[in-house]
């Protein structure tokens, strides 16, 4: 069965930097469209970045120009820079292993990214 595993969060202060993994053992990342999405309690999940087979990127207009995704062969990464308050949440990557990512059917476990003013 897939398994998706992110790392890299934590606590930062506003202004600082993240760098989220995801690990996805036994597939080529590449071959699919891949996102990094988040939640805060009470909302509904946001999605943050998604990148594509061939390469393309889309960002959420809240994150545009400070975050940016990319990939190796069996991980994602999402880098993000210039982190806000509002930018605190639990970050999961997902997918649904097909070239796009409408409703991801496979979620990691999550990590708590942490930003203080």
């Known amino acids: 069965q897939m398994q998706l595993t992110e790392s890299g969060g934590g606590s930062a202060q506003a202004g600082g930097s993240l760098k989220l993994s995801c690990a996805v053992p036994g597939y080529t990342v590449s071959d699919y469209c891949m996102g990094w999405f988040r939640q805060t309690p009470g909302k509904e999940r946001e999605e943050v970045a998604l990148?594509?087979?061939?390469?393309d990127t889309h960002y959420a207009d809240s994150v545009k120009g400070r975050f940016t995704i990319s990939r190796d062969t069996t991980k994602i990464y999402l880098l993000m820079n210039n982190l806000k308050p509002e930018d605190t949440a639990m970050y999961y990557c997902?997918?649904?292993?097909?070239?796009?990512?409408?409703?991801?059917?496979?979620w990691g476990q999550g990590t708590q990214v942490t930003v203080s003013s």
């Open positions: 990148i594509y087979r061939y390469g």
């Open positions: 997902a997918t649904r292993l097909a070239l796009t990512c409408d409703r991801p059917s496979f």
